[in-house]
């Protein structure tokens, strides 16, 4: 079985703080792991990947996640939170063998709140 | 740029109503998805399609029907819309063929936010 747990459902920080959004994942081959952001009344936007490589990804608006084998997490950073950072995030997982079609299992997402 | 195009982005509709979505994708993509979105529940997959006329039934497709006559138009379909379907409605596509080499990103549509009175 695939699945994703993002354990908290909201996260907030002081603008200019670091900020580290959480994500751990359950699936049968090797993960391929996405995170997506989505601002209010809009559909989600990809932010970045991991597929295979350097455990350190970097992606869109100066984010990055860690991938962690030994503990199943893909966990979205940014060094320095900005205001316009709030948002909802999805975290994301399929199985890199590919047996589900393309499909992605999303968490229930994190609410990020960046105070000025 | 990929774009995925949702036709109607507010629709209000009564109880027991036929209801369609329509999305539309420009870059030749074989997998399209309709997810419906809730406070609190994430995003939950309905149906996809991995072909024309091909589909595949998701985690909650109860009340729902979907259709893929051509590539790039994937519908879905409320025969008989109720109050519960108040939802947000995303569809997606991502790149198929090999789906192994391919790392299949979904790319989203700006969303349908229905509205069953």
């Known amino acids: 079985a695939q699945s994703v747990a993002q354990p908290e459902d909201q996260v907030n920080v002081a603008e200019g703080n670091p900020l580290t959004v959480k994500c751990t994942y359950s699936?049968?081959?090797?993960?391929?792991l996405f995170w997506y952001v989505q601002y209010p009344n809009r559909g989600l936007q990809f932010l970045l990947k991991?597929?295979?490589?350097?455990?350190l990804v970097k992606g869109s608006y100066g984010f990055e996640a860690e991938f962690n084998k030994s503990q199943t997490s893909f966990h979205l950073k940014k060094p320095s939170a900005l205001v316009s950072d709030s948002a909802l995030y999805f975290c994301a997982v399929r199985d890199g063998r590919g047996s589900t079609l393309g499909r992605l299992y999303f968490g229930r997402g994190t609410q990020l709140t960046v105070w000025p | 740029d990929v774009k995925v195009t949702q036709s109607s982005r507010y629709l209000v509709k009564r109880t027991g109503e036929k209801v369609f979505l329509e999305c539309v994708q420009d870059m030749d993509h074989e997998n399209m998805f309709w997810y419906r979105q809730d406070p609190g529940l994430g995003l939950r997959l309905i149906y996809f399609?991995?072909?024309?006329?091909?589909?595949e039934k998701g985690d909650i497709p109860e009340g729902y029907s979907v259709s893929r006559e051509k590539k790039e138009r994937f519908s879905l379909i409320l025969e008989s819309a109720s109050t519960n379907q108040t939802s947000m409605y995303l569809c997606a596509s991502s790149l198929h063929r090999d789906p192994v080499r391919v790392t299949g990103e979904l790319f989203f549509g700006e969303g349908s936010r229905l509205t069953v009175l």
């Open positions: 399609s991995y072909d024309v006329k091909m589909k």
């Open positions: 699936v049968s081959g090797n993960p391929y």
């Open positions: 991991y597929i295979t490589g350097d455990n």
